[in-house]
């Protein structure tokens, strides 16, 4: 079955600080994707990626970053930490095989003091 | 651009009883329509899928029809269980996802 996770599981960040979260997918996939979930906006699309090298902003970027340095892995980057990105992150991946189905890892829950 | 409507926020009911999840949608281009499926503390999994118009599906008990000329995917089921308490979301596919707000359903005994 196909595999994302992600790391850390857990983080506890202070505003200003900087919070990198990271995701590993073993499916092969061309496409990942991170997300956000909040009670009431349900899943919301932050960054994507096609491919190593490339990076796309999605609904709403403001305040992140996203970094794909191999077909593998793929980042999301708070350079400044701000309560209001509290939230449970979740990454996913997929591909383009005409059903454009996505397979997510298990989150991660950020917590900004 | 797409969207997603899910009318229910939250819906509870009681076991044995079926189950009907609203999703509309909104959109230009043709398109695969998803049910996700979220238990506490998981992250979401696919539970069925679409894109063929008037065809039904059916998983795990689950099934829906999309309905191209009235923009609508409902989920249901015809016997809730207590395993079916979770976060349902509805979303369609132009090559990234579009969800829905999501249903939170309880299902009691």
């Known amino acids: 079955e196909a595999a994302v996770t992600q790391s850390p599981r857990n983080k506890v960040a202070v505003t200003g600080g900087k919070v990198t979260l990271s995701c590993n997918q073993t499916n092969n996939h061309n496409n990942m994707y991170w997300y956000r979930q909040d009670t009431g906006h349900g899943l919301r699309l932050i960054h994507y990626s096609y491919g190593a090298g490339s990076t796309e902003k999605g609904d709403i970027p403001d305040g992140y970053k996203a970094s794909r340095p191999s077909q593998e892995n793929f980042s999301l980057i708070l350079e400044l930490a701000t309560p209001s990105q509290t939230s449970v992150y979740f990454c996913?991946?997929?591909?383009?095989?005409?059903?454009?189905?996505?397979?997510f890892g298990p989150g991660t829950r950020l917590t900004v003091l | 651009g797409d969207s997603v409507t899910q009318t229910e926020g939250l819906v509870t009911l009681t076991e044995g009883l079926p189950v009907m999840l609203n999703c509309t949608y909104q959109?230009?281009?043709?398109?695969?329509l998803f049910w996700y499926v979220q238990h506490l503390n998981e992250a979401p999994k696919l539970l069925l899928k679409?894109?063929?118009?008037?065809k039904r599906t059916e998983h795990q008990g689950f099934h829906a029809t999309l309905h191209k000329s009235s923009s609508s995917f409902h989920l249901q089921k015809s016997s809730a269980q207590l395993s079916d308490s979770a976060l349902y979301y509805c979303?369609?596919?132009?090559?990234?996802?579009?969800f829905g707000e999501g249903t939170q359903v309880t299902v009691i005994s």
């Open positions: 979303a369609l596919s132009r090559g990234k996802l579009t």
């Open positions: 679409s894109s063929t118009d008037n």
């Open positions: 996913a991946s997929g591909d383009w095989t005409g059903v454009y189905e996505q397979y």
């Open positions: 959109t230009a281009y043709s398109t695969f």
